[in-house]
C-alpha cells in the first residue's frame, strides 16, 4: 500500500503540546503512515471553555483546508472536545476523525462501561455532550476532572500525569467500570521521557486505559486501508457555494466559496 499521509490538528496554539500529539502519534503510526502534526497560528493556548472551543474551532477548520490542498489522507482533531468536527468533515473527503470519539468508540469494544479522566471539572459537560451526540451515554459509567489545566500537563514537574493515574485508580474501585479513557490530548505524555502514560498504566492497573490520539491514529489507517472516505451526501456535502467577507476571505478558493 503506498504512504499514508496523516494530518494531526492540535487545535490549541501550543507548539510543545504539538509535539507532545505528534510524537505519541508516530508512535503507534504503521510503517506507511506519516504524521504531519500542526496547529493554528492564532488562537487559544489551551482549550478549556465553550468559548475556547469557538475559537479553536475556526483554527481547526484553516489547517483542514490547507491538509486538503496538500492532498493528505487523513485528518485527526486532537483535542477532548473535537471542536468543529462535523464542520470539518463538510470541508473534507478524506476521514475526519475526533480523538473523543476515537477513544470513545474503541473503549465500548473491550468494555461495557468506561469511565473518562480529563483535566478542569468545568470540562466535563463538554465529554457529556459529546457522549449524548454520540450515543454514548449508557456506555459511561462516571466522568472524572483532576481539577488541573491543560498547560499543567506540559509543566514538566509529572503532578499532572500523577494526579491521572491517582484517578484512574479511583476510577477502578468506584465506578465498576472496565475502561478509562483519558480526556485530553496531551495526557499521552508523561514527565521523564515516559513514552505513554496509556500503555503504562494499562499494565499497572490491569484495566484499557485509552488515549484518543492514537486511538484516532489506527482509526483514520484502517478508513484509508479500506477506502472509506468521508460522505458527500447529505448534511456532510461541501457547504453551499458563497463568497465569505472579510477576514473569513481566507477560506475562500478559487470557485470563490470554500469548495
Ligand atoms: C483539551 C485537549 O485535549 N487539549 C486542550 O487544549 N484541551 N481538552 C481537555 N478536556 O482538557
Redesign the pocket.
Known sequence: MSRIRIQII???T?QA?TEIIANAAREVAGAGSEIIAVCPSDG?????SHF?EAI?ALGVLEQIKAGREQGVDGHII????DPGLLAARELARAPVIG?AEAAMHLATLVSTRFSIV???PR?LI??RHLLERYGFSQHCAALHAIDLP?QALEDGSGRAQRKVRDCCIQAIKADGCGAIVL?????VLGCGGMADLARTLSAELDVPVIDGVSAAVKMVESLVALGLSTSKHGDLAWPEAKLLSGKFHRFNSGGGSVR
Open positions: 492540535n487545535p490549541n501550543s503540546m487559544v493556548p489551551s482549550i478549556e475556547d479553536a486532537a483535542c477532548f472536545g480523538i480529563t483535566t478542569l470540562t463538554i465529554a491543560v480526556g485530553c490530548g496531551a495526557i
